[in-house]
């Protein structure tokens, strides 16, 4: 199975970011031959504090993926968080992501699967890959004919993640794209002072790891100036950094 990418700011700051960014995927899904799938939030509705950047909103921001989607020929990837975003959402994007947090929702992720769009489920911090078999199944029940599963790390104390990479081939005994989220994967939660920190140096470590594991796709939150970005800033990779990496994978 040939590996698919998806990157793109952790969340919608604006449209010229977005058209960077953009134009950046498409010119290495050109170069390199890859499958790539461009994702950005419209809203961050599990941030930190309540003083943290959110994003432009449900209704602007999936006008602003659809601009997007008709000027770049990308698919889209969002994050819904509740269960009535996921129709609009449906309508405009590809796919369609499940939080870590919220991976138990009976009814986000009904909704999700009832819109016909691949769903893509994050493995909350407090399961195994194994346990990720019943989201899975709640999804394919109420019609998901598509179902990913993603690895983002697991709780270790507080403020810390640690990524157990032998969840990779258990997911894949559930579902036949397992990808790793090699940004998320390296926060450090709410240890910023009211943020989110992470190391994002490293993220190259986080993908190759997963490579050896079996990985069938690579999340990447990607930004020009990440120290700068209104969310992730930390764990975010720098643009110009993702195609030596996706090389650096495709080797």
């Given at each position: 199975?040939?590996?698919?990418?998806i990157a793109g700011p952790c969340?919608?700051?604006?449209?010229?970011?977005?058209?960077?960014?953009?134009?950046?995927?498409?010119?290495?899904?050109?170069?390199?031959?890859?499958?790539?799938?461009?994702?950005?939030?419209?809203?961050?509705?599990?941030?930190?504090?309540?003083?943290?950047?959110?994003?432009?909103?449900?209704?602007?921001?999936?006008?602003?993926?659809?601009?997007?989607?008709?000027?770049?020929?990308?698919?889209?990837?969002?994050?819904?968080?509740?269960?009535?975003?996921?129709?609009?959402?449906?309508?405009?994007?590809?796919?369609?992501?499940?939080?870590?947090?919220?991976?138990?929702?009976?009814?986000?992720?009904?909704?999700?699967?009832?819109?016909?769009k691949i769903v893509n489920i994050?493995?909350?911090?407090?399961?195994?890959?194994?346990?990720?078999?019943?989201?899975?199944?709640?999804?394919?029940?109420?019609?998901?004919?598509?179902?990913?599963?993603?690895?983002?790390?697991?709780?270790f104390g507080y403020n810390n993640?640690?990524?157990?990479?032998?969840?990779?081939?258990?997911?894949?005994?559930?579902?036949?794209?397992?990808?790793?989220?090699?940004?998320?994967?390296?926060?450090?939660?709410?240890?910023?002072?009211?943020?989110?920190?992470?190391?994002?140096?490293?993220?190259?470590?986080?993908?190759?790891?997963?490579?050896?594991?079996?990985?069938?796709?690579?999340?990447?939150?990607?930004?020009?100036?990440?120290?700068?970005?209104?969310?992730?800033?930390?764990?975010?990779?720098?643009?110009?950094?993702?195609?030596?990496?996706?090389?650096?994978?495709?080797?």
């Amino acid at each position: 199975m040939q590996p698919i990418f998806i990157a793109g700011p952790c969340v919608i700051e604006s449209q010229d970011l977005l058209d960077t960014v953009a134009e950046e995927l498409c010119r290495l899904s050109q170069k390199l031959g890859i499958d790539i799938i461009f994702k950005a939030s419209f809203d961050k509705a599990n941030r930190t504090s309540i003083r943290s950047f959110r994003g432009p909103g449900l209704e602007k921001g999936l006008q602003m993926l659809a601009d997007v989607k008709s000027r770049f020929g990308l698919r889209i990837l969002t994050d819904i968080h509740e269960s009535h975003q996921a129709e609009a959402a449906g309508q405009v994007c590809d796919v369609l992501q499940i939080p870590a947090f919220l991976c138990r929702q009976t009814d986000l992720l009904v909704a999700a699967a009832r819109t016909g769009k691949i769903v893509n489920i994050k493995k909350a911090q407090f399961l195994s890959g194994a346990d990720m078999r019943y989201p899975v199944e709640k999804a394919k029940d109420a019609g998901a004919k598509e179902v990913w599963l993603t690895e983002r790390g697991n709780c270790f104390g507080y403020n810390n993640l640690v990524v157990d990479f032998r969840n990779i081939p258990d997911m894949l005994e559930i579902v036949p794209r397992v990808i790793m989220d090699c940004t998320h994967s390296v926060q450090r939660p709410g240890a910023g002072n009211g943020t989110t920190a992470g190391d994002r140096r490293f993220v190259p470590s986080m993908a190759l790891a997963a490579k050896a594991f079996g990985a069938t796709g690579y999340f990447f939150e990607v930004h020009p100036n990440p120290d700068k970005g209104l969310s992730d800033g930390p764990n975010m990779l720098q643009l110009d950094q993702l195609e030596p990496l996706i090389s650096k994978i495709l080797s």
